[in-house]
């Protein structure tokens, strides 16, 4: 490999202005809030491309096109799926959300949040949903170095044991020192390139095969069923690909943006920010995986990469229609959405383990300074375990994916999302809705009832779990305070 390679030279470069973020964020780092939360100070800018940013990972560019390329447009059902859901989230949970944690104790985190805001002296509420945090995203960790691990891997013919540690190590250092800051600017960077390269390539992929009406040509020729959004689907399999919409009211990573924003005034903004970076976003890569199938027709010569490995239509398309400084650039965007989302994980697992353990059970008086330098230990911590996790690429780590995204949105989603509408919730109906949830998810994945995605029977037998649970008993007259206090602050400032 050439020392002159641009591709290695754009790689270095972003990834040394990634780390250079991580240091200036340490100079704003004092306290655990700061380095949990960028101590609430998100505008709105920063706190929709950061959400943005932290969902997509090395799927938007690499699993959704592939999918694309290989079954034409059938397979959009998830995308469409997943703008329902993220834009309900920011509607429904994300100022509320804000207001809440602020209104509970100030809550960092999540089980922070529902420890105070259904007064959970036993602490029960607080160790299952750190439990569930950490399992999850360490598994979810791992699936991002092995994507991350892949990329170095097939860009630059390394061996897949020096990619491995060549991928992380880079998201590691920033989160290691600057913490949710860094996290957060670096997520804005990342996604503005994202959106830049899912825009210009399907562009110029669209020039190279003649226009829009050769294109659908080519495309239709190889198989007219590429343009059917009902091809090889049933009813169970497009609920279950829409279903992926209901992950997002659950998702630790994406809520804790909400929860950092400046104030419940930025949100309205940040949600049409987000939800058109979005769309433009999962447009662009359907349109990538879409026109590669009339590209790679014309052109049969080089396809061989991509029929080996469909997920490399876009990887393939920038190496051979861009000049090789631009191709680096449009690569490193697949680079920023592994590193967003990884960095983020990575944040919520030390995030759990420094608030939720070491402060809560063993350190209750640790000075903000070692709090810190905890979270700092906790990410490396996370990081280890999920670099040895992803050591062996067989281990199907990046299957886990879906499981793990249910195992969220059932367990997590309706307690989230009931807890900030309806202030009649318990304590014992919040713990009922995160074991159902969680439980329905293990069980309906196991025997693979009627083909339907686990998310779906775990979020509403969570839900319905919650609302008759709650029904037994009664919020205390704080709770209910509370709760008034913070629908109030909402309702005046959104």
Request: hydrophobic fraction near 55%.
């Amino acid at each position: 490999m050439s020392v002159s390679n641009p591709t290695l030279i754009t790689f270095v470069i972003y990834i040394a202005a990634m780390v250079l973020i991580g240091f200036m964020a340490y100079r704003s780092t004092n306290n655990l809030s700061d380095y949990i939360l960028g101590g609430r100070s998100l505008g709105s800018v920063v706190t929709a491309l950061s959400a943005g940013a932290s969902d997509m990972s090395g799927w938007l560019l690499m699993g959704l096109p592939g999918a694309i390329y290989m079954s034409g447009l059938s397979e959009s059902w998830i995308a469409i799926g997943l703008i329902v859901g993220a834009y309900l989230n920011w509607l429904f949970v994300a100022g509320r959300l804000r207001v809440q944690t602020e209104h509970n104790g100030d809550a960092l985190t999540l089980p922070d949040y529902f420890s105070s805001r259904f007064e959970d002296k036993s602490g029960l509420l607080r160790i299952i949903s750190a439990v569930v945090i950490l399992v999850f995203f360490t598994i979810y960790c791992a699936s991002g170095i092995v994507a991350g691990a892949r990329l170095f891997e097939s860009t630059f013919g390394m061996s897949y044991e020096t990619a491995l540690w060549a991928g992380a190590a880079a998201t590691i250092a920033y989160t290691f020192v600057g913490g949710f800051l860094a996290v957060s600017w670096t997520d804005t960077v990342q996604a503005t390139l994202m959106i830049f390269a899912l825009i210009l390539t399907p562009i110029i992929v669209l020039l190279a095969t003649g226009g829009i009406d050769t294109t659908f040509l080519a495309i239709e020729a190889k198989n007219p069923d590429n343009f059917n959004m009902l091809k090889n689907t049933t009813f169970i399999g497009i609920i279950s690909l829409m279903g992926w919409g209901l992950g997002y009211f659950g998702q630790p990573h994406i809520l804790a943006r909400f929860m950092a924003a400046d104030s419940v005034k930025s949100i309205a903004k940040a949600r049409r920010i987000s939800m058109t970076w979005m769309i433009l976003c999962l447009g662009g890569t359907v349109a990538v995986g879409f026109f590669g199938i009339a590209y790679f027709s014309a052109h049969p010569e080089v396809a061989g990469p991509v029929n080996e490995n469909h997920e490399r239509v876009f990887i393939e398309l920038a190496k051979l229609l861009f000049n090789p400084w631009i191709a680096g650039v449009l690569l490193s965007a697949i680079l920023a959405a592994v590193m967003s989302t990884l960095s983020c994980q990575l944040l919520v697992c030390s995030s759990a383990l420094t608030e939720d353990f070491y402060k809560t059970f063993l350190r209750k008086k640790a000075s903000q300074v070692e709090l810190v330098w905890v979270g700092r230990a906790m990410v490396l911590l996370v990081a280890l375990i999920a670099i040895a996790m992803a050591a062996n690429p067989n281990n199907r780590v990046l299957g886990l994916v879906s499981y793990a995204w249910a195992g969220f949105g059932a367990a997590f989603g309706p307690v989230v999302l009931i807890s900030v509408i309806w202030k009649q919730m318990t304590r014992n109906g919040a713990l009922a809705g995160i074991l159902v949830g969680a439980v329905t998810v293990i069980v309906w994945k196991h025997f693979e009832l009627l083909g339907l995605y686990e998310i779906i029977p775990g979020f509403i037998f969570a839900s319905l779990a919650i609302y008759f649970v709650s029904k037994l008993g009664a919020p205390t007259a704080g709770m209910v305070e509370r709760f008034d206090a913070a629908e109030k602050d909402y309702n005046l400032n959104k």
